[in-house]
């Protein structure tokens, strides 16, 4: 069985994800031992939560313009605490997805210029082969047209003159050649 390459970038990033788990449970402590933080960081969103959720209830039960109490300080501080704590995993859990996206784009980014330079490559070879082309036909169109048994004539003196270029006559036939010269001498000589 094959196994395909395993993706760290996302083991590390569920890792993220877990750590962020008692990160939020740390800030929830904090949030509900300092006062600093109570006051300013868990409240004022926690009295908003709870605000919002009460106004719908109660619109969908039908009561309307009814006046919502604002939570007791301790109650806003543990739900200011709670909705810190899921913030927290929120933002991480997203910047997670964000820095997947991310990397998922520019993987594709370097896909698609690998195959924009390939595309381009054989363009340009197209390119090449095709003046190339052009250049062959011009030179076929520029040669005169020969017939075929022009051609045959052509190569057979070109046979025949490499084949006496490198056979020279043997001596007893270039001795009956003389001879058959000289007689060929004697009788126009003699009929002169």
């Known amino acids: ?6 993706p760290m970038a996302k083991l590390l990033y569920l890792g993220i994800r877990q750590v ?24 004022p969103p ?3 939560y709870h605000w919002v959720e009460m106004r719908t209830k109660m619109r969908i039960m039908g009561f309307r313009g009814t006046v919502i109490k604002p939570l007791n300080e301790d109650a806003a501080a543990e739900l200011g605490a709670e909705l ?3 913030a927290t ?15 998922h784009q520019t993987h594709q980014r370097h896909k698609e210029e690998e195959q924009r330079a390939a595309w381009d490559a054989m363009q340009d070879e197209v390119g090449r082969l095709a003046l190339a082309l052009e250049a062959l036909q011009a030179q076929m169109q520029a040669a005169p047209a020969r017939s075929a048994l022009e051609e045959l004539q052509e190569q057979m003196r070109e046979v025949r003159a490499q084949l006496c270029a490198r056979d020279p006559p043997p001596a007893s036939q270039a001795s009956s050649a003389s001879q058959a010269v000289s007689a060929a001498k004697v009788q126009e000589s003699a009929q002169v």
């Open 84 to 86: 810190l704590g899921e």
């Open 89 to 103: 995993i929120f933002v991480v859990g997203g910047g997670c997805l964000v820095l997947e996206y991310w990397r």
């Open 20 to 43: 962020s788990k008692p990160l939020a449970n740390r800030i929830k402590e904090a949030a509900r031992r300092s006062e600093f933080f109570k006051t300013y960081i868990c409240l």
């Open 46 to 48: 926690a009295q908003l």
């Open 1 to 6: 069985m094959v196994v395909g390459a395993f």
